[in-house]
DNA sequence: CCGGGATCGTTCACGTGTTCACAAAGTCGC
DNA sequence: GCGACTTTGTGAACACGTGAACGATCCCGG
């Protein structure tokens, strides 16, 4: 209800707008002109309940017995989500990820147009890909400088990405999203988001693990012959 | 205290162990024999707490005024993560993202080798990339058959991979790795987890944006001209 | 054998996030 | 215009995760 309530949105919060922001989009591009917290809790995967106090830190843009305008919606969160604008983006690492990453046109598409690459490989320095220059790390500065305030993307192996994300900090970067599978330590003004495939296999791993062993055990007294997944220890 | 303490990992706790598991791994190919919480903390990029109240969870393997043998956490780690034994994977979509996947040394290396890809495209399928067969979609049961539980990479476009996530659990897939910007529709014995690169730039864009407006609306007062990234409204 | 110093394991208080439940507030049919 | 119905917005209870504090436990030197 306060003022604070609608200016302070909770990070989880924040974490689940961009995707209602999508649902939102497929909606509105279905000519749907307005949703209920329901369906739309249940496109995004999310609770109900969730849906509208995520949306009442936005302000309140429901109407009742109805629901909510979605092109308004689309808008209002576009605007908080900072999305009005572009944002360049600069990957740093024009190997496998970071040509793939430039190569996806879901990105320059979406307002995070990629304005340049950095590498340390003097025989790719100079190419381009998919229309995207590569340039060398040292250039950084300059490229920040033509930009203004970039996000750095990180796509170099894991022992290079703290030096590089230094130089990105050093040269004005405030938001860096991360590939490599590193811990990074930057200063407290800096935003820092990562993306760590090994993690998230692992992860998946010992849900698995768990599962096998919880069905191994429970069969065990059954007697039958299900438990194939527990060698090799 | 309890046996089920020790059973039950909290979430969070189970989704920072990975983390761990590697700063440990770099620790034992150093000749650190042990660690205190407070040093792997640090390595982590976690409070000391944290790490001992995580650990406290898998048993009572550390040694006060000591620390924790590492190579003994290592071993205790992977075997919790079920990293005992190698979990094949199968990436659908041998495209952009697909490939780069495929060609990602780290992954195999580490006990998720890709044994296969598929993919619709009939101009793909029986090419090889980076050794890995891709085969057409159809022949997924075979190849869950072939090797047992896998694990699947979903590097399809938005639009196919509820089709391809409900084809790979049918035929008996139970954990499922998503990069596509699709919000997905799984049963409850399903574990899915999600990379949503749109979705980390957002936030990462949300943080800069309110970073922005306050400091515009800080400096207004002060009547210099910094706020040049607020137009496009 | 004992005292000092280090570090773990656990308890406790706090903050954050989730979910239910329901009054408030709107629409729509008649 | 009014009453029934729908749906929002939010208060409150609950679950979960975090971090500080501290007793318990262990090593080591004398
Ligand atoms: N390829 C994947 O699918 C994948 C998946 C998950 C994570 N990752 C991670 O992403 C990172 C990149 O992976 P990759 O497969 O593209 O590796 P890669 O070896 O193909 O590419 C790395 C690139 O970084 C460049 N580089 C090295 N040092 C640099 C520096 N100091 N500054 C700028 N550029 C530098 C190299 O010249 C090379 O072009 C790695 O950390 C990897 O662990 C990759
Ligand atoms: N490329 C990136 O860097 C990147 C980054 C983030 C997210 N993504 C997401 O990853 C997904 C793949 O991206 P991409 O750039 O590799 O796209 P892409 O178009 O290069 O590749 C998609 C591949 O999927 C195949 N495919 C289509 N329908 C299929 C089906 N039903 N079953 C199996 N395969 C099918 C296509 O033949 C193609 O080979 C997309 O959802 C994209 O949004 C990509």
Known sequence: MAEDDRRTIPEATVARLPIYLRTLADLAASDTATISSERLAELAGVNAA??????????????????YDVEYLVYQMSREL????????????????????????????????????????????GSRINGVPVRHLDELEDIVAEHGDIIAVLATPAGAAQDVADRMISAGVTSVLNFAPAVLNVPDHVWLRKVDLAVELQILSFYRQRHADATATATASAGNGEPAATGTG
């Open 50 to 67: 969730k849906v509208r106090k995520d949306l009442s830190h936005l302000g309140s843009y429901g109407t009742r017995g109805v629901g």
């Open 82 to 125: 900072g999305l009005t604008h572009d944002w360049p983006v600069v990957i740093a690492g024009a190997g496998n990820l970071g040509q793939a990453l430039a190569n996806y046109a879901g990105f320059g598409n979406r307002g995070f147009p990629v304005v340049a690459m950095v590498d340390t490989d003097r025989s790719k320095v």
